[in-house]
């Protein structure tokens, strides 16, 4: 069974920084897609970035391209989000996900992502 942690939220400025861990366990970690989703109160899950660990592909929303960078630690199982140049519309719930495939076309379908994380608690103060 496939487990995630993410961990590393808490409250920033605008314009801080947060660097968000996404521990996997449970799978052979190189043939997977780990994606960040978030969710803010009121609003949908959005879709913010995803990596693949077999090949190291990246897809970026366009509102974080430059902010976000997505990496993977594969001998540690651990995927991390460092977010910079952090915005009050940033404050949400981050969640990390897991999908056996990463296809460019549906890296934003939260459907296709079979398992998930607790979420992390992401504030940015104004």
């Known amino acids: 069974e496939v487990h995630l942690v993410e961990s590393g939220g808490g409250l920033v400025q605008a314009g801080g920084s947060l660097r968000l861990s996404c521990s996997v366990s449970?799978?052979?970690?190189?043939?997977?897609?780990i994606g960040w989703f978030r969710q803010a109160p009121g609003k949908e899950r959005e879709w913010i970035v995803s990596?693949?660990?077999?090949?190291?592909?990246?897809y970026y929303l366009d509102s974080v391209k430059g902010r976000f960078t997505i990496s993977s630690d594969n001998g540690e199982d651990i995927v991390y989000l460092q977010m910079n140049n952090l915005k009050p519309e940033d404050t949400a719930v981050y969640y990390c996900?897991?999908?056996?495939?990463?296809?460019?076309?549906?890296?934003?379908?939260?459907?296709?992502?079979?398992?998930w994380g607790q979420g992390t608690q992401v504030t940015v103060s104004s």
């Open positions: 449970g799978f052979t970690f190189g043939d997977y897609g």
């Open positions: 996900a897991s999908t056996p495939s990463l296809l460019k076309s549906f890296v934003d379908r939260a459907e296709l992502y079979s398992a």
């Open positions: 990596i693949s660990v077999t090949d190291s592909r990246t």
